[in-house]
């Protein structure tokens, strides 16, 4: 023991270095998990944001659809209606 070190004192400060390393190391490693955590909530967030564009473009192809039908049944009904008017009276 030179110039009054105690022991005990050393072997704190080596504890307490590996401690800290140990305590830092768990940091990154959760700093890490997290930020890959945070990547694939972003991919996810992409992937559904493009899924609910896709079904919009989609209900709007439908609702055109929808209304080319519907008018193209309005028409049709309006033809067999002229048609039944027009036909002459069976005896």
């Not at 072997?11 to 800290?20: G, K, L, P, Q, T």
């Not at 140990?22 to 996810?44: I, K, S």
């Amino acid at each position: 023991m030179c110039c009054g070190q105690h022991p005990s004192f050393e072997r704190d400060r080596v504890n307490n270095d590996d401690h800290s390393a140990l305590v830092l190391e768990n940091l990154r490693d959760r700093l890490a998990d997290t930020e890959a955590r945070l990547a694939r909530a972003r991919a996810r967030e992409a992937h559904l944001t493009r899924r609910l564009h896709e079904m919009k473009r989609f209900l709007s192809v439908m609702e055109i659809l929808e209304d080319y039908l519907k008018r193209r049944y309005r028409l049709q009904q309006q033809r067999v209606a002229r048609l039944l008017s027009l036909t002459p009276p069976t005896l």
